[in-house]
């Protein structure tokens, strides 16, 4: 009773897991890799405030490198407003604190025109938590050594790290449980079954891994362990012991990201 408890309990943790992943992935507005831009060359802006009421007449000239973050859309201008450069402190006044104070940050009206052709996205580096759901083909098992097709579902949750500016390169340390199909045999129970008499099984697989990003390709690695119930455990010779798992494709993991804010520099 208590196991049939147990397995229902992480059936549903695994299924809800899956589900918020997916939920996640099919909202645009709940993509939430989100990322910068950076402007190529220098461009013209206008100061306003918040709404894109412009505050003044004067043009200002953003300099090139500077990151900035896009607040709205006003016409056929962008409401935005700059990041910090941790060099240049001069320009931390001009483009980013009304007053000594540092409490008001200033905003700028940018040119649609002039931000298609003078700025790229640039990701936030900074490590994000991602849930995401998960599908195992394989398992290379030691003492003995096994190779099988063992397939298995899970989620995971981690830390998810933007490895470069301008690309969607990123690895993922993670952890979660997984469902595992495992087949029985008198060969992997020291003769409890028969030759003829195979079973199925369900396992609890609680694993580690990392997984690589480039765009949609991953790369992946992971490490586990399979834990079945029932009677059968005591003789299962891979019962609690570790296992590798190693994934090439374009589904491995279903990566859904939260981003704080990155306080990135322009300079």
């Avoid at 490895?163 to 020291?190: E, W």
Wanted: charged share 20%; aromatic share 12%.
């Amino acid at each position: 009773m208590r196991n049939t408890i147990a397995l229902t309990f992480i059936g549903l943790f695994i299924l809800v897991g899956q589900l918020a992943s997916q939920t996640i992935l099919t909202n645009p507005a709940g993509y939430i890799r989100t990322f910068q831009y950076e402007l190529l060359v220098e461009a013209p802006i206008f100061e306003c405030n918040i709404l894109g009421r412009e505050l003044d007449t004067s043009v200002y000239v953003a300099p090139k490198g500077a990151v900035f973050e896009k607040i709205s859309a006003k016409g056929n201008h962008y409401v935005i407003r700059f990041m910090h450069w941790k060099k240049e402190e001069h320009l931390n006044k001009k483009f980013i604190h009304k007053d000594s104070t540092e409490t008001e940050q200033k905003f700028f009206l940018l040119d649609v025109d002039e931000f298609n052709a003078k700025a790229v996205s640039k990701f936030s580096k900074k490590p994000t938590f991602t849930i995401g759901a998960s599908t195992l083909p394989l398992r290379i098992r030691t003492g003995p050594f096994d190779f099988s097709g063992t397939l298995s579902y899970g989620t995971n949750f981690g830390i998810r790290f933007q490895l470069a500016d301008y690309q969607d390169i990123a690895m993922n340390i993670v952890s979660g449980l997984h469902i595992t199909h495992i087949i029985l045999d008198s060969l992997n129970t020291q003769g409890r079954l028969e030759s003829s008499d195979n079973q199925t099984a369900a396992a609890l697989s609680p694993a580690v891994g990392v997984v690589f990003e480039f765009s949609k390709a991953q790369v992946g690695t992971y490490l586990g362990w399979d834990f079945i119930s029932g009677s059968t455990k005591e003789n299962w010779i891979y019962q609690g012991k570790p296992w590798f798992s190693i994934g090439v494709g374009i589904s491995l993991f279903n990566v859904t990201s939260v981003s704080p804010k990155n306080a990135g520099s322009g300079g």
